[in-house]
C-alpha cells in the first residue's frame, strides 16, 4: 500500500508504536475475569458479563475506579497475572505496539492476601512468553494508590525492593482529588536513591498545579494525562520547553468524563502548543477499547494527517524507556512507513 491510497488512520493503526499508559488490572476482560473466578471458585459481584459490561457507565474517575477494584478480586494466582499480561499482550502487538510499559497496583493485591512475589511472578511469565512469540518489549512500572497513606507507600516500596530486577519505574495513581502529588515526596525521594525514575498521573481531575507539583516535588519524567495543562499556560509552556512527554488516553477521558465528546478533548491544542503528546489506552477492558481502538476515535473527531500521527508515533518511542538500539530501529521502520 502506498501512501497515495494509505489513508492516514490506516498510517496511524500500522506504524511502529509504544504504550507508555496502560494499567494491567484495567486489561481484565469481562470474559477472562469470569472464567478466573471460576477457577479461583469466587463469585463476582455480577450475575454475568452482561450485567458487568452494563456496570461500565462511568460519572467520574471515582465511579470507575471502584468497579475496577471490585474486578480486580478476580486475581488471585501467578498464572492469573500471566494471563492477563498475555491477554493485553496479544491486542497489542496486533495493533503494532512494538513496546509497551505497563502499571501494576501492588497495593490492591496485597491488601487481599495475594503477596506481591505471586503478582510478579505471573506479570514477569506473561512478558517472557509475550517476547517470544512477538517480539514486544515490555517495561513494569509498580504504582503507589494515592489514596493510601504515604506509610503505605513506603511500606509497599520496601517490600518492592527483592523485585527490583523486574522493575523499571514507579507511578502515582487512583482517585487525584484531594490527594496531591506532594503527599508523595520522600516516596519518590526513595525511588530515585534506589535508581528509578518516577511518573505520576497528574492533571487528569486534578488541577495543572499537581502537574507542577509532580515535576517539583516527586521528579516525575513524564506526565500520565495532564490534560488539564491546557488551563495554565505557564504549565503548558514548561511542559513544551522540558520536552515532558505526556501520555494522553482520549477514550478514558471521554469515558469517565473530563471532555463530553471527543470533539472537545485538548489534545489538538497540547500539540499546538508543542507538547510531546502520545497516545495510550489507559484501562481498555473499561473504556471501549485498545490502541487503535484511541487513534480510530481522535481520527474520527479530528481528522488528523498522516505527519501529525506519525509525530505521535516517534513522540511514544522516544519517550519511553525502550533499549536505544530498540528505538532506533522502531523510528526507522517508522519512517520506512512513511515512505512507502
Ligand atoms: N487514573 C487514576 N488511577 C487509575 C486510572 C486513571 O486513569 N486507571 C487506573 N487507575
Ligand atoms: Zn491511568
Same mark, same amino acid.
Given at each position: 500500500?502506498?501512501?497515495?491510497?494509505?489513508?492516514?488512520?490506516?498510517?496511524?493503526?500500522?506504524?511502529?508504536?509504544?504504550?507508555?499508559?496502560?494499567?494491567?488490572?484495567?486489561?481484565?476482560?469481562?470474559?477472562?475475569?469470569?472464567?478466573?473466578?471460576?477457577?479461583?471458585?469466587?463469585?463476582?459481584?455480577?450475575?454475568?458479563?452482561?450485567?458487568?459490561?452494563?456496570?461500565?457507565?462511568?460519572?467520574?474517575?471515582?465511579?470507575?475506579?471502584?468497579?475496577?477494584?471490585?474486578?480486580?478480586?478476580?486475581?488471585?494466582?501467578?498464572? /492469573?497475572?500471566?494471563?492477563?499480561?498475555?491477554?493485553?499482550?496479544?491486542?497489542?502487538?496486533?495493533?503494532?505496539?512494538?513496546?509497551?510499559?505497563?502499571?501494576?497496583?501492588?497495593?490492591?493485591?496485597?491488601?487481599?492476601?495475594?503477596?506481591?512475589?505471586?503478582?510478579?511472578?505471573?506479570? /514477569?511469565?506473561?512478558?517472557?512468553?509475550?517476547?517470544?512469540?512477538?517480539?514486544?518489549?515490555?517495561?513494569?512500572?509498580?504504582?503507589?494508590?494515592?489514596?493510601?497513606?504515604? &506509610?503505605?507507600?513506603?511500606?509497599?516500596?520496601?517490600?518492592?525492593?527483592?523485585?527490583?530486577?523486574?522493575?523499571?519505574?514507579?507511578?502515582? /495513581?487512583?482517585?487525584?482529588?484531594?490527594?496531591?502529588?506532594?503527599?508523595?515526596?520522600?516516596?519518590?525521594?526513595?525511588?530515585?536513591?534506589?535508581?528509578?525514575?518516577?511518573?505520576?498521573?497528574?492533571?487528569?481531575?486534578?488541577?495543572?498545579?499537581?502537574?507542577?507539583?509532580?515535576?517539583?516535588?516527586?521528579?516525575?519524567?513524564?506526565?500520565?494525562?495532564?490534560?488539564?495543562?491546557?488551563?495554565?499556560?505557564?504549565?503548558?509552556?514548561?511542559?513544551?520547553?522540558?520536552?515532558?512527554?505526556?501520555?494522553?488516553?482520549?477514550?478514558?477521558?471521554?469515558?469517565?468524563?473530563?471532555?463530553?465528546?471527543?470533539?472537545?478533548?485538548?489534545?489538538?491544542?497540547?500539540?499546538?502548543?508543542?507538547?510531546?503528546?502520545?497516545?495510550?489506552?489507559?484501562?481498555?477492558?473499561?473504556?471501549?477499547?485498545?490502541?487503535?481502538?484511541?487513534?480510530?476515535?481522535?481520527?474520527?473527531?479530528?481528522?488528523?494527517?498522516?505527519?501529525?500521527?506519525?509525530?505521535?508515533?516517534?513522540?511514544?518511542?522516544?519517550?519511553?524507556?525502550?533499549?536505544?538500539?530498540?528505538?532506533?530501529?522502531?523510528?526507522?521502520?517508522? &519512517?520506512?512507513?512513511?515512505?512507502?
Amino acid at each position: 500500500m502506498s501512501l497515495v491510497t494509505m489513508s492516514a488512520v490506516d498510517f496511524a493503526c500500522r506504524m511502529p508504536k509504544a504504550e507508555l499508559h496502560v494499567h494491567i488490572e484495567g486489561t481484565l476482560e469481562p470474559d477472562l475475569a469470569f472464567a478466573l473466578a471460576r477457577r479461583n471458585g469466587l463469585t463476582l459481584p455480577f450475575r454475568d458479563e452482561e450485567a458487568l459490561r452494563a456496570a461500565k457507565n462511568f460519572t467520574d474517575l471515582q465511579s470507575f475506579l471502584d468497579l475496577y477494584y471490585a474486578c480486580a478480586d478476580a486475581l488471585r494466582t501467578a498464572e /492469573d497475572f500471566s494471563d492477563l499480561m498475555l491477554a493485553y499482550l496479544a491486542r497489542a502487538q496486533a495493533d503494532h505496539v512494538v513496546h509497551a510499559e505497563i502499571f501494576f497496583d501492588p497495593q490492591t493485591h496485597t491488601a487481599r492476601g495475594v503477596p506481591l512475589a505471586v503478582v510478579i511472578e505471573g506479570l /514477569d511469565a506473561g512478558r517472557r512468553e509475550g517476547k517470544k512469540r512477538w517480539g514486544i518489549t515490555t517495561r513494569l512500572i509498580l504504582c503507589f494508590l494515592r489514596h493510601l497513606s504515604e &506509610e503505605d507507600a513506603l511500606s509497599t516500596l520496601k517490600s518492592a525492593e527483592p523485585f527490583l530486577a523486574s522493575i523499571d519505574g514507579f507511578g502515582l /495513581d487512583s482517585s487525584e482529588r484531594d490527594h496531591p502529588p506532594r503527599k508523595f515526596e520522600r516516596a519518590f525521594a526513595r525511588v530515585r536513591a534506589l535508581g528509578r525514575p518516577g511518573v505520576a498521573h497528574a492533571g487528569e481531575e486534578g488541577p495543572p498545579a499537581y502537574i507542577s507539583e509532580a515535576l517539583d516535588l516527586l521528579k516525575a519524567v513524564r506526565i500520565d494525562h495532564g490534560v488539564r495543562a491546557v488551563e495554565d499556560p505557564r504549565v503548558l509552556r514548561r511542559l513544551a520547553a522540558e520536552g515532558i512527554a505526556l501520555t494522553v488516553c482520549p477514550l478514558s477521558n471521554v469515558r469517565l468524563c473530563v471532555y463530553p465528546t471527543m470533539a472537545d478533548h485538548v489534545l489538538p491544542q497540547l500539540l499546538e502548543a508543542g507538547v510531546k503528546v502520545t497516545v495510550n489506552s489507559d484501562d481498555p477492558a473499561y473504556f471501549g477499547g485498545y490502541m487503535n481502538d484511541n487513534i480510530r476515535a481522535l481520527q474520527a473527531a479530528f481528522d488528523f494527517d498522516i505527519p501529525t500521527w506519525a509525530l505521535l508515533g516517534r513522540n511514544s518511542i522516544e519517550a519511553s524507556w525502550a533499549a536505544p538500539a530498540d528505538k532506533k530501529r522502531w523510528l526507522l521502520a517508522l &519512517e520506512n512507513l512513511l515512505r512507502s
